[in-house]
């Protein structure tokens, strides 16, 4: 009978002697929440929106006759850009017209 009353982790005889301690034990078992969401932002969440902030001002800076590598990993010349597709040379009289966001890089020659 005592070994049930201990592992229920309140005083036997009732909860007179526990309810001043509850919200203690409560704030203590957030405590672990509150320092796994802050490593889950420092180590994905804001690494992945300075990435993609980056990403969105490469996009922005892309202008006519920049060497671009797209995320399928065709290189290419820019020929013209428009609001959201961009036409790539990629060989003599070759152009294919492709997403603006599918540019990976723009490389430096």
Not at 26 to 33: D, E, G, K, N, T
Not at 45 to 71: C, F, W, Y
């Amino acid at each position: 009978m005592f070994g049930l009353a201990f592992a229920m982790g309140s005083a036997p005889g009732g909860a007179a002697a526990g309810g001043a301690g509850g919200g203690m034990a409560a704030f203590q078992q957030v405590i672990p929440l509150i320092f796994m969401f802050a490593i889950f932002y420092f180590l994905l969440i804001r690494p992945q929106q300075k990435k993609a902030k980056e990403h969105k001002a490469l996009l922005e800076s892309m202008k006519k006759g920049d060497n671009v590598v797209t995320a399928g990993g065709v290189h290419g010349k820019v020929t013209a850009v428009e609001s959201d597709i961009v036409t790539l040379e990629i060989a003599s009289n070759v152009n294919i017209k492709i997403t603006k966001s599918y540019i990976a890089t723009i490389k430096k020659d």
